[in-house]
């Protein structure tokens, strides 16, 4: 990851560990940058806290399992939408497929129809999404500066680990419901899978806006969102822990959130267990745990 990263782990408490890998693009912990599909555990959370519940007609959206997805000649809609583009005026790209419907397929197409169509959020620019979508997640410098609602969020390493930090407070209708209604989200665990970006040797799952590292050879059953341009928060699967990696990759794609969740995954197990894993041997660390 020649950019560099920055990285924290905390507890409700606050930060408990942070670090830097200085490269040629490294963000510092409070720099505001583009997050990617960072942005889908913030909108899945809005959703469920709106409501006050979650409803059985929201799931498939959120799960993308919706067949609600934008096509192939709109493909470029996938990580932006028009500057000037309402949620809606985005949202009239997006198709039903057929072969998406009950299957999951990754695509902005699920949360972008539903935002506009469901929540009625339609008539929203940028600055007015980022006002609603504060007022039931939080106020933690989150920012559209497009209306995309599964990738177009700004956020700092900061102000994301607060969402995290609430999350684990239990202060959430999500906080409940991490992991709940999942469905097999790689090609390793699900015949029927239309389109993803988890690698094609690791069983993960996909829950409400989140992941579930559930493969059952290497995963911990964290829950995350990773994006990508390289942003990865995430909680670990007793939701004691939280933690980001906040990345700018050079060349952004699905693989970037992929390496940088590799590199995540890392961490977490060295703060957990006290043991830091090279490609030999472990060697034990100590922690201000």
Known sequence: MPEGFYWEIGDT???RASGSVSGTDTPTA???????????????????????SVRASDVPFLQFTSGYVFPP??????????????VGECAADVVQSSSAIGNFFYSA???????ANVMRLGSLGA???????????????????????????NA??????????????????MSSHLGSNK???????????????APTNEGWNYSLGHWVEDDPVVGDHAFSSAGALGFYPWIDSTKTWYGVLARRAANPGGNQG???????????????TGVTVTSTTPTSITSNR
């Not at 197409?109 to 935002?115: K, N």
């Not at 700092?156 to 209708?173: D, H, K, N, Q, T």
């Not at 992929?258 to 957990?272: E, T």
């Open 109 to 115: 197409g699920h949360f972008q129809y539903h935002a």
């Open 156 to 173: 700092s390493a900061s102000g994301y680990a607060s969402f995290l930090r609430r999350m684990l407070r239990g202060e959430y209708v």
């Open 73 to 86: 000649l709109k493909a470029t809609k996938e990580a932006f939408c028009g500057l000037t583009e309402t």
């Open 30 to 52: 409070s720099q505001v940058i583009a997050i990617a599909s960072s942005s889908k555990w913030i909108y899945s959370t809005y959703v469920l806290q709106k409501v006050g």
């Open 13 to 15: 408490n606050g930060s």
């Open 127 to 153: 600055p007015a999404l980022t006002t609603e979508i504060s007022s039931q997640v939080g106020a933690f410098g989150f920012t559209y500066l497009q209306t995309n609602l599964a990738g177009g969020l």
């Open 258 to 272: 992929v390496v940088s969740l590799n590199c995540g995954r890392l961490i977490r197990q060295a703060w957990v």
């Open 183 to 197: 469905v097999c989200g790689s090609a390793a665990c699900a015949a029927g899978l239309v389109l993803s970006p």
